[in-house]
């Protein structure tokens, strides 16, 4: 089992920036990538970025690209998403993800991200 402790969200004028951090536990030597994804109200949850577990790969979903980036400190098992240039549309639910060799997914308790416009 992976566990996953999220942080850093909360409330930013449009414009602004959060960085939101996810700490890994317990069977992290299993793991593949960690990512992040997002669920606003109303909407289905949806894929924000991806990093895979040496750091040497990243991934980013469209609407993010250029405003966001995904980084790992591997000593503490953290992955951060600095996130600049927040928009309104940002506002959401952040989930952080592992996903292990075996195409397990772990997700944490999810963080509140509110843009304000």
């Known amino acids: 089992q992976v566990q996953l402790v999220e942080s850093g969200g909360g409330l930013v004028q449009a414009g602004g920036s959060l960085r939101l951090s996810c700490a890994a536990s317990?069977?992290?030597?299993?793991?593949?990538?960690l990512g992040w994804f997002r669920q606003a109200r109303g909407n289905e949850r949806e894929f924000v970025a991806r990093?895979?577990?040496?750091?040497?790969?990243?991934y980013y979903a469209d609407s993010v690209k250029g405003r966001f980036t995904i980084s790992r400190d591997s000593a503490k098992n953290t992955v951060y998403l600095q996130m600049n240039n927040l928009k309104p549309e940002d506002t959401a639910v952040y989930y952080c993800?592992?996903?292990?060799?075996?195409?397990?997914?772990?997700w944490g308790q999810g963080t509140q991200v509110t843009v304000s416009s």
């Open positions: 317990g069977r992290t030597s299993s793991l593949a990538s």
């Open positions: 993800n592992a996903r292990s060799l075996f195409t397990t997914n772990y």
């Open positions: 990093i895979s577990w040496s750091g040497g790969s990243t």
